[in-house]
């Protein structure tokens, strides 16, 4: 096993990831090739680069062949993130989790460091899930026991057994609910059912009497997705929506395929699909990214692929848009006949079809193994994705076939600021709100400041204007009634660091150090809170990044959840 340091070819590596953000802009609808496709290999570990072609800013945050397989002995053979549809990330993106071959390790979100492993019970096969409710929990399920673990204290709780059967599955796809309290389980092969954390219940079951099945999905509204493996419009083929009590609603999709769920711009939700398998796909839209409205199963094209081109597809909570990573299993060279449009991409398209934004290569090449499906899987806020690559070191350096390492890709795409969810289906002890995010401008009277202040009055600011400081101790306190709170700022190369209080107590120090500079940013948003008053306290600690110029902390808005 090699065990040397591998380093970048030709282009520049930065110090850690918050010094970059991704600034990609290109839309165009070209072929766009991937220089030095055989010869240019990643970071070293915590490194960073600019994409060439779209300038995005990449890190890579694991290096397998140097990581001791804890499990068992040697070294790893690959690292990646488990699946485009179950998030890695907790809510405010601090901590993320990655599959260690047959076990899982925590990773931080801010440096893209490892941490530490999880327990070897909380394995490839027992589908870790964040909570939404707090930083720190995840679900998982062991025999037939849904169990949950504190990454902070290490405990672990039985939260249910279901001793009707034998073993539970989520059949390795779904995700925990919009609202953080249902999850979609498998019953001993057979039976699909949802199960309600907070109250304990579990609801009426689908026993599909032996017939085989691939997939379910919970979606926002916490109804379900039923895929089966046959194709087209009778019952039992394609792709069927389940109420809560698994009562059938209507046939969604003629065929099943990668997919995710996602709540669009106007509240509804809708499932992002890819039709490649539909014997009956919509007009002009073969081997197409589909938008199926789940109401009416109405279909939308946003996107048409070369059938050379396979995906994998993720989507946040509700930002507008939804990413996608191509996959070329044919291995075709850069420049190549079969370099196609989009061929080997990672890119974001818009909810309404308008757009399509190209942000980096992930340069995966195809070998026949798994490993090398890049599996893209996007944050809840949708401001940073993890992705697998293999980087063709197989041929460069000789790594075996299974060789993979992940990668963090910074989107630019607006975080999630405002989900309806739609109205909640009968059945559902205790539906989901509606949260409704709401701007209060920096000279709100709701803030109260200290210390020296300096106001700004550039356009690219809020509502035209903003205020900064610099000098330790200078503060303002804003006080507000909701559940969640953001703080917004302008960060550039001058910036330095602050430390964050809720209801007095220290969250901790943030640094706003970027570069390129950003304007209108989230530079702190709060773990979810009880429902009422609070305060978030800002406070410049007069410090800053080695790398920054300057101690500014700037406060230009307070996005608030209601």
């Not at 109401?295 to 946003?302: G, I, K, M, P, S």
């Not at 701007?439 to 509502?463: E, I, P």
Request: charged share 15%.
């Amino acid at each position: 096993m090699k065990m040397f340091v591998r380093l970048v070819l030709l282009l520049p590596c930065l110090a850690a990831l918050t010094m970059g953000v991704a600034m990609a802009q290109v839309t165009s609808t070209g072929i766009e090739l991937a220089p030095q496709y055989d010869t240019l290999v990643p970071p070293t570990v915590t490194g960073s680069y600019k994409d060439p072609v779209f300038s995005s800013s990449i890190q890579r945050v694991s290096n397998a062949l140097a990581m001791p397989n804890n499990s068992s002995s040697g070294y790893l053979p690959w690292i990646e993130n488990e699946y485009s549809t179950a998030s890695a990330f907790n809510t405010d993106n601090s901590r993320f989790i990655l599959v260690h071959l047959s076990y899982f390790a925590l990773y931080n979100g801010s440096t893209g460091a490892y941490m530490n492993d999880l327990p070897f019970e909380i394995n490839a096969s027992s589908e870790p899930r964040w909570s939404r409710k707090d930083l720190v929990t995840l679900y998982y399920h062991a025999g037939n026991q849904l169990k949950s673990y504190n990454t902070s204290t290490g405990g672990i709780n039985v939260i249910h057994a279901f001793t009707e059967y034998s073993s539970i599955s989520g059949n390795g796809e779904m995700d925990i609910s919009l609202d953080g309290d249902h999850f979609v389980f498998v019953g001993d092969t057979y039976n699909v059912f949802v199960y309600q954390i907070s109250t304990d219940q579990k609801f009426n079951v689908l026993n599909t009497n032996g017939v085989g099945f691939d997939s379910v999905y919970i979606t926002p509204n916490n109804e379900v997705i039923l895929s089966w493996y046959p194709t087209g419009t009778a019952r039992g083929t394609g792709q069927e929506l389940f109420d809560i009590n698994m009562n059938f609603l209507r046939q969604v999709g003629h065929a099943d395929g990668h997919k995710h769920l996602t709540v669009d711009t106007n509240g509804q939700e809708v499932l992002i699909w890819t039709n490649s398998n539909d014997p009956q796909p919509i007009a002009n839209c073969n081997n197409g990214i589909v938008k199926i409205d789940l109401v009416n199963a109405a279909q939308t094209c946003l996107a048409q692929l070369d059938w050379s081109l396979a995906v994998h597809i993720t989507a946040p909570d509700g930002n507008g848009y939804v990413f996608v990573d191509t996959e070329a299993p044919a291995n075709p060279e850069s420049g190549s006949s079969g370099w196609k449009v989009y061929t080997n991409e990672i890119i974001q398209i818009k909810l309404d079809g308008t757009s399509i934004t190209r942000l980096a290569h992930h340069r995966s090449r195809g070998d026949g193994n798994y490993n090398w499906e890049p599996k893209i899987d996007v944050s809840r806020d949708g401001s940073r994705i993890l992705y697998a690559s293999n980087y063709d070191m197989q041929v460069i350096d000789g790594d075996s076939a299974q060789y993979a390492d992940t990668y963090l890709l910074l989107t630019g795409a607006p975080a999630s600021s405002t989900t309806t969810t739609p109205t909640p289906p009968s059945g559902t002890t205790t539906p989901p709100a509606t949260q409704t995010v709401v701007r209060y401008q920096q000279n709100t009277s709701a803030a109260v400041y200290s210390g020296s202040w300096y106001a700004n009055h550039g356009a690219f600011n809020s509502g035209g204007s903003a205020v900064l400081a610099m000098d330790a101790g200078t503060k303002v306190t804003f006080s507000f009634t909701g559940t969640k709170v953001s703080w917004i700022a302008y960060r550039d190369q001058w910036s330095g660091e602050a430390q964050v209080f809720i209801d007095g107590v220290l969250q901790g120090t943030v640094d706003t150090y970027l570069n390129p500079a950003q304007a209108q940013t989230a530079a702190y948003t709060s773990p979810v809170l009880a429902s009422g008053a609070h305060t978030l306290t800002i406070t410049a600690a007069g410090t800053h990044d080695s790398a920054s110029a300057g101690s500014w902390i700037w406060v230009d808005a307070f996005d608030v959840t209601q």
